[in-house]
C-alpha cells in the first residue's frame, strides 16, 4: 500500500484525477512519459516521480513486504506495476495532502518582508515569476515556439503577440515594475488564453537543447493557471478572482462569497440553453472588473426577462401578492422603463440586492421545471420557497 503521506499536491485534486485518469487509460507507447511528467508537475519535490521509477513495469510485490495483500495459497504475488502504482494513487487522491507555504522566517514575523505591500509590487513580481514557471515547463510553446538547435526558423515575437491582445508594446520580457493596474491584469486575463498543457516530451540532448514540448492541450492548462493566479490574488489581498465558467471564462471578475459562488454555478449549469445564454450575459455584466451602476442595471434586466417568460410558473408556485412584488420591484425603480414615474434616487447596493434575488428566483425556477419533468425524482437541492418568501421583502 502507498504512504500518500509523503507526497504533497501543487495542483487542484480535481485537475490531477483528470490528467491521470487519462494517463492510466492509455495505451500510448510513451505513457511512462507521459505519468513522469504529471507527477513533477502536480506534486512538489521529486518523490513520486522517484517512487514510480522504482516500481517498475515488470514488479511485483515483495513476499516479505507486510503492507502487500497475501495472494490465495499456492499462488504467485500479482505483478505490481507502474499501471497498479497510478492506479492507486488515483484511487487514494482523496487521502493527498497540499503542500504548504513554508511556516514565517524571521523578516516576516518580525517586520513587513520586502515586496509585501500591495504598491510594491509583490503581487506583479509572484505574477512574472509564475509566467516564467510555466514558460520554462513548456505552456506557452504552442503560441511563442521553441528555440532548437537543429531549427534555425526564428521564433515569433512575443511582445508583438502580447501588443495585438493588449493593446501595449514592448510587454516582453515581462517587466513587473512597470506596469499600472490595466497592464497587469490584463496580462492576466491574456495568458489564461495563451496557455496550454504540454501532456508528453522528448529529450533532445543534441548540443543540450533540452526538451521538447508536444501535445498540447488548452483546458487543463488553463484550469491550472486560473488556479494558482486565483490563489496569488487571494494571497495579495486583491478582490478578483478568475472566472471559472460562464462567458466570462478566463476573465477577472469581482470576488463573492461561497454561497453566491455556489449559486451562479448552479444557474450557468442549468441544461435549457436559453436560460443558460441570457444568465451567462448577465452574470458577465454584473460580476465583471470595474462594472458600472449601467452594467448592474443591464443584468437585472436580462433576470427580469427570464421570470417575465415564467411568470405564471411563479404566480403557481408562490402565489399571490409574491410575484407581483417581484416584479413591482422592477417596474417601480429606475431599472428597465424609464419612466419619469420611476425612483432613480437609490443606493447601489440595492442593484446588489435586486440581482442576487432575481438570479436565486431564476435557479428556485430551474429546480421547479426541473421537478416537473421528473415528478418522481427527489429535488437535486433543499427547497428554498419558504427563503425565497422570507427574503423577498427584506433588502
Request: hydrophobic share 35%.
Amino acid at each position: 500500500m502507498l504512504d500518500v503521506s509523503v507526497y504533497e499536491l501543487v495542483w487542484p485534486t480535481s485537475l490531477f484525477t483528470a490528467e491521470a485518469e487519462r494517463i492510466s487509460r492509455s495505451d500510448h507507447r510513451q505513457w511512462v512519459e507521459r505519468a513522469r511528467l504529471l507527477l513533477g508537475e502536480a506534486f512538489a519535490g521529486t518523490t513520486a516521480v522517484g517512487d514510480f521509477d522504482e516500481v517498475g513495469e515488470s514488479s511485483t510485490i515483495r513476499a516479505d513486504d507486510p503492507w502487500s495483500p497475501k495472494p490465495p495459497a499456492g499462488q504467485a504475488p500479482p505483478a505490481y506495476t507502474q499501471r497498479t502504482w497510478l492506479r492507486e494513487l488515483i484511487d487514494r487522491a482523496s487521502e493527498l495532502c497540499h503542500a504548504r507555504r513554508p511556516r514565517p522566517y524571521w523578516p516576516q514575523r518580525h517586520g513587513t518582508p520586502p515586496g509585501h505591500a500591495r504598491h510594491e509590487g509583490g503581487e506583479r513580481r509572484e505574477f512574472a515569476r509564475l509566467v516564467e514557471e510555466l514558460d520554462t515547463n513548456g505552456y506557452l510553446v504552442e503560441v511563442f515556439g521553441r528555440d532548437c538547435v537543429d531549427d534555425p526558423d526564428p521564433l515569433p515575437d512575443r511582445s508583438r503577440i502580447l501588443d495585438r491582445r493588449l493593446g501595449y508594446a514592448n510587454l516582453w520580457p515581462l517587466d513587473p515594475d512597470a506596469w499600472d493596474d490595466d497592464v497587469f491584469f490584463g496580462l492576466i486575463e491574456v495568458f489564461h488564453d495563451l496557455v496550454s498543457r504540454p501532456r508528453n516530451r522528448d529529450m533532445h540532448s543534441y548540443s543540450g537543447c533540452g526538451w521538447h514540448y508536444k501535445e498540447f492541450n488548452a483546458a487543463p492548462g488553463r484550469a491550472l493557471y486560473r488556479w494558482r493566479i486565483n490563489n496569488l490574488l487571494h494571497d495579495a489581498g486583491i478582490d478578483y478572482r478568475l472566472a471559472d465558467e460562464g462567458e466570462d471564462l478566463g476573465r477577472l471578475v469581482a470576488l463573492t462569497d461561497d454561497a453566491r459562488g455556489d449559486l451562479v454555478h448552479h444557474v450557468l449549469n442549468t441544461p435549457d440553453p436559453r436560460t443558460r445564454t441570457g444568465t451567462e450575459h448577465a452574470i458577465a455584466l454584473f460580476r465583471a472588473r470595474g462594472a458600472t451602476r449601467d452594467h448592474k442595471r443591464s443584468a437585472i434586466v436580462a433576470l427580469a426577462r427570464i421570470l417575465e417568460q415564467r411568470r405564471d410558473l411563479i404566480k403557481t408556485e408562490a402565489g399571490k401578492p409574491d410575484d407581483g412584488f417581484l416584479f413591482e420591484i422592477a417596474n417601480r425603480y429606475d431599472l428597465r422603463h424609464g419612466r419619469a414615474d420611476q425612483r432613480a434616487d437609490y443606493d447601489d447596493a440595492f442593484l446588489d440586492w435586486i440581482f442576487w434575488w432575481y438570479l436565486a428566483t431564476v435557479e428556485l425556477t430551474n429546480r421547479i421545471l426541473k421537478k416537473q419533468r421528473t415528478p418522481h425524482d427527489a429535488p437535486e437541492f433543499p427547497d428554498l420557497l419558504d427563503q425565497w418568501h422570507g427574503d423577498a421583502r427584506a433588502p
